[in-house]
């Protein structure tokens, strides 16, 4: 197809190609292509470079715009992680406004919009990454840009009750219907999205599915993210996590890999290992929960709160369940490098995944991939995972219901070894088939065809 590919995501890997499933996807889509990547970058400078940065990189172009400390703090930190975050995983109560916040995000992304008009050639296709740029297209609407402009929300769509959180929402509906197409992780996003413009009353859902708001037309779909499976399946060597992980003799392993964010269900978790040793019969082995739980966002005053109790229960469950030669849980505040996480997955009897929200998660599918086919592990995910949709064959439970998440423990470390292979085959089929490079080519050839919009302008304003 004619027209340069230009994907905008907020962060960039400068350094090599990076690591982490999207963004080698995302270098493998350029690479095979061709285009620009376009991320950010910190400044020490008080006011940002109107101009992008050019970085040498094989096969495409990086270009980064700049994120001064004020914007870092207003439009990153603050309307993208303290308002935006909460409100897409029904967390409104965590919502953290300032007005400021809503200033710098609007700052930023028009500044990236006009940065972009300037080098937009009309054939190009934008491919625009998740909530740090949800206005992105309407800024760039009003600067007459035609261009095919593509979304994609990593994270849950939010509630059309929600919305009135936000300052100005009357124009949330300006800025996703400035996209052409709309690209989200599950199904139910799709339906909650779709709920979203047929409750406005200018707003009319076409019978192929798609959104009609003034004279803009916007495809709704999903296209869940997968994994480089390979990558998982050669690091998956169960020996370097023996030659790691000390456990006594019988004992058992429950993984959890997680940044330390409260939309992770990580406090549920913690007690849904309670009441499994709660409720563990004297003749059920012993089992140890390895929870990896990386900082992440600790400027943000919720983050640190999650911290605090995930220290005191992991505590109090140890103070009360442990014994000489056995800690039941272990608790690991930093991040591990990718090929040891790889070998944990493998060595581990259950990956437990207790989201309470959640875009689509990972690391399910990652343990899946990183499973010895001859005996492999069992997955117990929460049914608000987005990967749930595409994971019939985990043991699927509500992370709210910490005993029915402990009898899934019971359940999965006593489970036979047919039923565990069989889960597993058709769960490892799935994340081989709709894989990372799956989803790239899903999205790009969506867009390619979506119709293209004659009309630039919304029905209503931007800000
Ligand atoms: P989110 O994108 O919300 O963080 P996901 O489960 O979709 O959640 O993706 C998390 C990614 O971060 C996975 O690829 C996972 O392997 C990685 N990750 C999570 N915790 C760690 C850790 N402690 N060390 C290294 N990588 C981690």
Known sequence: MAGRLIVISNRIPLEGPGSGGLVVALHEALTDRGGIWIGA?????????????????????????????????????????SVLWPLCHRRTDL??????????????????????????EPEDRVWVHDYHFFPLACFLRELGVKNRVGYFLHIPFPNGSDLPALPHHETFIDWISSYDLIGLQTQ?????????????????????????????????RSFPIGIDVDVML??????????????????????GVDRLD????????????????????????????????????????AYREIRDEMELLTGKINGEYSEIDWTPVRYIHKPVERELLAALYRRA???????????????????????????????????????????????????YDVDEVGEAISQ???MPLDERKARYRELMRGV??????WWTRAYLDALARCPVNLATETEGSCD
């Not at 399910?364 to 117990?380: F, T």
């Not at 987005?386 to 699927?396: F, R, V, Y």
């Not at 081989?432 to 490079?437: A, G, L, S, T, V």
Request: a negative charge; charged letters at 30%.
């Open 41 to 81: 970058q910190e400044t020490d400078a008080d006011t940002a470079s109107e101009k992008f940065t050019r970085h040498e990189a094989p096969g495409y172009e990086k270009l980064t715009f700049e994120l001064t400390a004020k914007d870092q703090e207003e439009y990153y930190l603050g309307f993208s992680n």
């Open 95 to 120: 919502i953290d406004f300032e007005s400021r916040y809503a200033d710098g995000y609007e700052r930023v992304n028009r500044r990236l919009a006009h940065m972009l008009a300037e080098i937009l």
């Open 188 to 220: 139910r996003d799709v339906a909650v999205c779709l709920e979203f413009f047929r409750g406005h009353p200018k707003a009319e859902l076409l019978l192929d599915g798609s959104a009609k708001y003034g004279s803009r037309t916007t495809q709704v």
């Open 234 to 255: 050669q690091a998956a060597d169960a020996r370097r996590a023996d030659a790691t992980l000390r456990l006594g003799d019988g004992e058992r392993l429950i993984i």
């Open 262 to 301: 409260y939309s992770k269900g990580l406090v549920n978790r913690l007690k849904a290992m309670e009441s499994w040793l709660q409720h563990r019969e004297p003749d059920e082995p012993r089992a140890t929960l390895l929870q990896i739980a990386p900082p992440s966002r600790e400027k943000v005053l």
């Open 349 to 399: 009897d259950v990956g437990l995944v207790t989201s309470l929200a959640d875009g689509m998660n990972l690391v399910a599918k990652e343990y899946v991939a990183s499973q010895d086919p001859e005996d492999p592990g069992v997955l117990v995910l929460s049914n608000f995972a987005g990967a749930a949709e595409q994971m019939p064959d985990a043991l699927i439970v509500n992370p």
């Open 412 to 414: 999965a470390l006593r």
């Open 432 to 437: 081989q088939e709709q894989d990372i490079r």
